[in-house]
Each structure stands twice: as structure tokens, then as C-alpha cells.
């Protein structure tokens, strides 16, 4: 896997002299008759009064006597039980630490958390932003909290906190970073409560049983296995046709028939991905909003240019919302990919763009404004605006190092992020062949669970 990869390129888009105003598209979308009954089942749920399920019910009533293990499926409802844990902190005047492993991650649920607390409740610390810091609420990155409780140690005083919430819990089992949750776990008082949230944890109950060992207290294990909205595997052919990606647990004939034809040619040109042909075959089969998972971030700042030719309607409610952040911080009038979000409802987002940037991305798609983001794992890796559709192009990363095979834990995080809770009966992983792509790898991520943390 990791020595020669197959290229697997789109067809070279042809020039022809069309008004740009309106280009022809030479992507002709159609479907296969087998999806007939499943996009016909794309739409929003019938709408109904919030009831909790049952095993948020169970952690808040273990949280509240002991350390608790929360595991459950992107979108199920984890983040409800922190805000519920939360409230009653606050109501009994003791404080909480939200740590999450990412600025982008912890700067977003500070302005959340703001919102439903009131911000003279919530602070912030990361290695960014420091603000109210003696509040009741403290959110922030791991390193802080980490480092907080170095400080302490060494200076012979409690940290002055009554709940612990450690959000994407799965990263103790991080090569690089993991030693900052595990030093936590070491150094944090016992009697501290400890959450631990995560959607990718499998050996649970083995972490748990350490856990106790470690802290001499019990730690309760919730388990959630059922997805809030289901997921359906899809393939769109680089003729524009779109299939279904699975038959039963076997590629489908169609899929598999591609995979073997392409699989004999072992170079091919790079070309360039028709992102805005992709983006308009989505629209057409009513797949949007979607996340395109890329690997770098000049990737998805150049795949936002080649949509400029897409226009969108001109929408109040859209403009007010826009212009409603930008007011907050007006230096966003300037940002050079601002024209491009405004004219095609589309917008990149990664770790190389500044807070205010990301917020204003995240909070216009997490409202319904944008068709779609392009996004580098960092979405996956938490930040809370799932979509209909997460489309994929490649079955690697890049680590930091080189280029590796997609581990299932990550596949499951960005696959997590298709279907959102109350807005879509069915959420859609889609899987276009990108210049890396190998689809039985893939098909077998479909059915691995994630890695044990070791």
C-alpha cells in the first residue's frame, strides 16, 4: 500500500469557447436505476420534540458520582451531554474544563458555549487566545489544561476545577500528542470528575478498567452503537454516472469492473479534479450541502477557484447573516476568499486560516448557507457542522511525514460528519477516484472498526 500507488485520474477537461456566464457542463449526471429507492429517501425527518436517548440519560447520572467513558457516533448526541454535565456545574457554583485537542475546535465551543451560558461565563485559553479566564467555564486545548496542572504540582496548589470534559478522547492513542491526554489522566486530581467523549473508541472498557487502576475511582463505560442517521456508500463514475458504491459487503459490479480496468494502468496524468463539475452533479442529485476531504491546504484553497464559474441566487437571509459577522470583525471584508464564498456558497477551510475566518465558515455552514466546504482533516477531527454528503478522493493522508494508507479511525471520523441529526433521513459517503485511490481499500474501512488505543 504504502510503496507503489496506483494514479486513478479524472479525464482532462476539454476547452471549449462558452459565455462564462453560463458554461456547459461536459459532466452529464445520471443515476444508476439501483439508487432509485435511496435518493428517493433524501430529505428531512418529520419534525418532533427533543427527547434524550437513553444512554445520555445514563452519563449524566454517572457523571455526576464518578469518571465516565462516553463512545457513540458522530452526531448522536455527546456534545449534548457536556452542555447538560456543564449546567449543573454552574448551578452549583463549582467550575468545568472543556479541553478539546484543536484551536479551531476549542474556538468554536467557546463562542458556543457562549451562547447558551452567557460569556461572562466562559472563558478561553489556548495558545492564541486568552480571555476570561477566571470564569466558571474554561475552554481550551489539551496542552493548556496539561500544563496548568504542571503548574499546580509545582507550585503545591489544587487546580480549582470540579469537572473535567476531555472532548476527542481517541487522540490517547495519538503517536505524537497522546502523551498529553495520558498525562492528564496521571496528574488530574481524583476528585475531579473526568468525561471522556469520543465517537472512535473500541477497546473502551480496557482504557476504563486502566483508568480505575490509574485514578482509584470507578469509571462508568456508555456505549452508543446505532448511527443517528444512517450512511450509504455512493460512486460517481468520472462519466458522471452515480452508482452505488457496496453490493451487500462486495464492490459494486460496476464499481468493481472500474477498480479492475484502472488498476492495470499503474501511471497516469495528473489532470486537474472538475471540483465545480462534482459541485453541480451534487446539486443535481440533491447530495448537498457536502464536505470534500483534501489533503493539503493549498488543495482546498485552489478547489474553491475552480467553482468560480458556479453563481448562486442572491439570498437576504444568506447576505444578513454574512454581513452580520463580518460587523463583528470587520478586517473579514478584506479576506481574499470572501468574493468566492458570496458568489458560490462555497469555502475552504483548514488550520492555515485564521479564527475569525474559520468561525465565520463554520457558523455560515453550520446555519445551511454554504453548498459546500473544503476541508483538510480538521473537520473530521471535531469541529461540529456535519453534512449531507462528505465526499472522498483519495484512500491516504499525509501524516506530517509522507503519505500513508487511511486508517479506519480516521475514515470513520470524516464518515461520521455525513447526515445531520433532524435535517436528513440518510447521509451519503461519496467516493470519486482522485489520482490515489484504491476502492477495495476502502470497501474494507467500510467494515473495520477503529483502531484500539493502545
Known amino acids: 500500500m504504502q510503496g507503489s500507488r496506483t494514479r486513478i485520474p479524472f479525464p482532462a477537461r476539454r476547452r471549449r469557447h462558452t459565455k462564462r456566464e453560463e458554461p456547459s457542463s461536459w459532466l452529464k449526471p445520471e443515476a444508476e436505476p439501483a439508487l432509485n429507492d435511496v435518493l428517493a429517501r433524501i430529505g428531512k425527518p418529520e419534525e418532533a420534540l427533543f427527547r434524550p436517548d437513553p444512554f445520555q440519560l445514563e452519563a449524566l447520572e454517572a457523571i455526576g458520582r464518578s469518571d465516565c467513558l462516553v463512545m457513540a457516533p458522530t452526531g448522536s448526541g455527546k456534545t449534548w451531554i457536556a452542555e447538560k454535565a456543564i449546567q449543573k456545574m454552574l448551578r452549583e457554583g463549582k467550575r468545568c474544563w472543556y479541553a478539546s485537542p484543536l484551536k479551531a475546535l476549542s474556538n468554536a465551543k467557546w463562542v458556543e458555549f457562549g451562547d447558551i451560558f452567557e460569556s461572562m461565563n466562559v472563558g478561553i485559553l489556548t495558545g492564541d487566545t486568552k480571555e476570561n479566564t477566571d470564569a466558571p467555564v474554561i475552554v481550551g486545548t489539551t496542552e493548556i489544561l496539561r500544563n496548568q496542572l504542571y503548574d499546580t504540582m509545582h507550585e503545591g496548589r489544587d487546580l480549582p476545577f470540579d469537572l473535567v470534559i476531555l472532548d476527542e478522547a481517541h487522540y490517547l492513542g495519538d503517536e505524537e500528542r497522546g502523551v498529553v491526554w495520558e498525562e492528564i489522566m496521571i496528574y488530574l486530581p481524583a476528585r475531579v470528575n473526568l468525561l471522556l467523549l469520543s465517537a472512535t473508541i473500541e477497546n473502551g472498557r480496557e482504557i476504563a478498567a ?43 459490479g460496476r464499481v468493481e469492473q472500474f477498480a479492475r480496468e484502472r488498476g492495470k494502468q499503474q501511471r497516469g496524468g495528473r489532470g ?6 462534482i459541485l453541480r452533479a451534487l446539486r443535481h442529485f440533491n447530495l448537498l450541502p457536502a464536505i470534500f476531504f483534501l489533503q493539503s491546504r493549498a488543495e482546498c484553497d485552489n478547489a474553491i477557484k475552480s467553482c468560480r464559474q458556479i453563481t448562486r441566487p442572491a439570498n437576504v437571509e444568506f447576505d444578513d447573516a454574512l454581513q452580520d459577522i463580518i460587523d463583528r470583525t470587520p478586517r473579514l471584508a478584506q479576506h481574499k476568499q470572501l468574493a468566492q464564498l458570496r458568489l458560490s456558497r462555497v469555502a475552504s477551510h483548514h488550520g492555515g486560516q485564521l479564527p475569525p475566518w474559520k468561525f465565520l465558515v463554520e457558523s455560515m455552514m453550520k446555519r445551511g448557507y454554504l453548498d459546500a466546504i473544503f476541508a483538510t482533516s480538521t473537520v473530521a477531527a471535531g469541529v461540529n457542522f456535519p453534512a449531507r454528503t462528505i465526499v472522498l478522493f ?11 494508507p487511511l486508517g479506519a479511525t480516521a475514515f470513520h471520523q470524516m464518515t461520521g460528519r455525513a447526515g445531520r441529526r433532524g435535517q436528513d433521513n440518510i447521509g451519503f459517503m461519496l467516493l470519486v477516484p482522485g489520482r490515489f485511490m484504491d476502492l477495495e481499500h476502502v470497501r474494507r474501512l467500510v467494515f473495520t472498526r477503529s483502531e484500539d488505543i493502545k
Open 394 to 404: 483519495n484512500s491516504d493522508y499525509f501524516n506530517g511525514h509522507e503519505c500513508v
Open 272 to 277: 486537474l479534479t472538475p471540483y465545480g463539475e
Open 210 to 252: 486502566w483508568l480505575e487502576g490509574l485514578r482509584s475511582k470507578p469509571c462508568v463505560v456508555i456505549e452508543e452503537k446505532r448511527r443517528p442517521v444512517p450512511l450509504y456508500p455512493l460512486f460517481l463514475h468520472p462519466s458522471g454516472r452515480l452508482m452505488p458504491f457496496l453490493d451487500k459487503r462486495r464492490l459494486y
